[in-house]
């Protein structure tokens, strides 16, 4: 009788359909400290920064003043250009490269496997280019090109509403807004998967459920502060904070005597 053939070990494919999103593993390529880099960058610093971004720029919904004040005040941080390049701008910097590294040697299959988990690497690729192009548009239209904003905050409304008064670069910050926030909260879901913060699909279901309130949350935010700019203050002015004059008093004058007391002028005694 003959004996009956071994199982076959299952495919990596058919692991990775019944065990869902695995956790990042040293000793399994070289790549793995630049990916495990790329992912934590992608949390701290830079999601970190991106929700203080959208809740500062949130107080246009306050008013022009509001936001200059708020621009003044994070330009005034101690060694804020310092901070600024270390967590901001070269972390960013490595994110959006390497991003692009994994996103290029990536094989999309959605047309042949159109599975949830397949829908979901290939938007987080597509929001992640979308994102890439905003930042670095508006990093350096608000940030290097035109009216410094870090000496003169209180351009900083106008400046705005101003760029958003042309359609197309307002329909491109929504749709950069919507791909944003979606490509951090897939983000942060992402993480904790690999990284075994949340093992079991379980807990990813329940977890996933959290992520997408966030960014919905921090997606209204940003289209509230956008339809503040444009439509709630239109016409704001140039600059809510102008430099005054210094102001010369007069020196004292000697009063007639009898007429007011030198000490307090102006009280007739």
Not at 82 to 104: M, N, Q, R, S
């Amino acid at each position: 009788m003959a004996a009956a053939a071994p199982t076959a070990p299952p495919s990596s494919a058919q692991t990775e359909k019944r065990r869902g999103v695995q956790p990042l593993r040293a000793d399994e390529g070289h790549s793995f400290f630049w990916r495990k880099l790329h992912s934590l960058t992608g949390i701290v610093p830079i999601g970190a920064f991106l929700v203080e971004h959208i809740v500062s720029n949130f107080e246009t919904w306050n008013g022009p003043l509001a936001y200059a004040q708020q621009v003044k005040f994070l330009n005034s941080l101690p060694l804020v250009r310092v901070l600024e390049w270390t967590f901001i701008f070269i972390p960013l910097l490595y994110h959006a490269l390497y991003g692009v590294y994994i996103a290029v040697r990536g094989r999309n299959n959605v047309n042949v496997y159109p599975w949830a988990g397949n829908w979901g690497y290939f938007t987080q690729r597509v929001t992640g280019f979308i994102a890439l192009f905003y930042i670095g548009y508006h990093v350096w239209t608000q940030r290097f090109a035109g009216v410094h904003l870090p000496d003169h905050p209180g351009a900083a409304f106008a400046k705005v509403q101003h760029e958003l008064a042309n359609p197309w670069i307002l329909a491109f910050y929504v749709i950069a807004m919507v791909a944003t926030c979606w490509h951090f909260a897939y983000g942060v879901w992402l993480f904790a998967a690999k990284w075994g913060i949340t093992p079991g699909n379980s807990a990813r279901k329940k977890f996933g459920w959290v992520c997408a309130a966030g960014g919905a949350a921090l997606c209204l935010m940003g289209l509230i502060a956008i339809y503040a700019v444009v439509w709630k203050y239109p016409n704001a002015p140039d600059d809510v904070m102008p430099e005054q004059p210094a102001v010369t008093m007069p020196a004292p004058t000697a009063a007639p005597p009898g007429s007011t007391n030198p000490s307090q002028p102006g009280v007739v005694q």
